[in-house]
């Protein structure tokens, strides 16, 4: 009832961090794409565009924030925790592909006869800029706080968010200080924002494939499951020991090495409070098996 508890609690906050993201992105996009509009600066309609995508990547967060927090039943008695890392994957594709409709888009007006654009486009990008520096900051602070690879992903798509808006910045900038020389710089600056984002997709679709892949954690991370169970009374050694992530928490599949003289019963108490001193030390332990192995050195 404490890992459950504990769980929705997480995915409570991780639900609030996602909400104050869509909110913050959605402001931000709408002044990004009109301020942008009517100063006619493609980079900075770009750079609104990539935070419209934002809205619908934290929307995605959530929505897979609340699947996760499901609880474990019949068919998936891991839990549905497996659904969180889905989404974080899906928003690398959807960065990815927002990327290339950005470069085309913005591509496509290199040649077209227009005017300079206005000096009052700068203003939006300043303040996304800034916001987005916060947002970055907190997702992540929050997203590796509860071990959320949707909410870290997010937090890596508004980092970067800092750096096309900086792109852009200096591309419109460019563009106002020669007109005449650098006027196709604000819609090469649209294009190098677009490439920004196709970068980071595929980032989060390789890091997230690779939690769906059952790849091991940290090893940091497995040499505190060990200490943690070498450290109970009658535990002489671990032979084997893998984790792998199913949404905020591991699981991990432990073989601890007791002494061979011992009874099943004994054996199975050493199991136990290997089991429990782990979940009550790591939090970020959803359970553990134990299988019993005999101590080669008895």
């Known amino acids: 009832m404490r890992y459950i508890a504990s769980v929705a609690r997480s995915y409570r906050l991780g639900a609030r961090v996602a909400v104050a993201g869509m909110l913050v992105s959605g402001a931000l996009a ?20 990539e935070s419209a995508a934002d809205v619908v990547s934290s929307g995605i967060v959530l929505f897979g924030l609340k699947v996760a927090a499901r609880p474990a039943d019949e068919n998936h008695p891991y839990g549905h925790g497996r659904f ?22 913005s591509l496509s007006l290199v040649d077209a006869g ?86 980071l997709g595929l980032r989060v679709v390789r890091e997230t494939s690779m939690q769906l892949m059952d790849t091991m954690p940290d090893p940091e991370f497995m040499a505190l499951i060990r200490r943690a169970a070498e450290s109970v009374p009658g535990a002489l ?12 928490q591991y699981h991990v599949d432990l073989h601890l090495e ?25 939090d970020w332990v959803a359970d553990v098996l134990v299988h019993i192995e005999p101590y080669p050195g008895s």
């Open 237 to 248: 050694g671990v032979e084997k020991c893998f984790a792998r992530k199913t949404g905020l």
């Open 114 to 199: 227009h005017a300079p654009p206005a000096s009052y486009a700068v203003w939006p990008l300043v303040v996304s800029i800034g916001a987005k520096a916060v947002m970055a900051s907190v997702k992540r602070h929050y997203g590796k706080r509860i071990h959320s690879e949707a909410l870290v992903a997010d937090a890596m798509n508004d980092a970067v968010d800092i750096l096309s808006g900086l792109t852009a910045l200096a591309a419109l900038s460019l563009t106002l200080y020669d007109p005449e020389r650098f006027l196709a710089a604000d819609q090469y600056g649209g294009g190098l924002v677009g490439l920004i984002v196709i970068f």
């Open 30 to 49: 709408a002044a990004k794409i009109i301020v942008g509009w009517m100063a006619g600066s493609t980079s900075v309609v770009a750079d609104g565009m």
């Open 84 to 105: 969180e890392t889905l989404t974080g994957l899906t928003i690398g594709f959807l960065l990815a592909a927002t990327g290339v409709v950005i470069c085309i888009r």
């Open 258 to 282: 007791v002494d061979p003289n011992l009874t099943v019963r004994e054996s199975h108490e050493i199991a136990t409070r290997v089991r429990n001193r782990i979940k009550n030390e790591l």
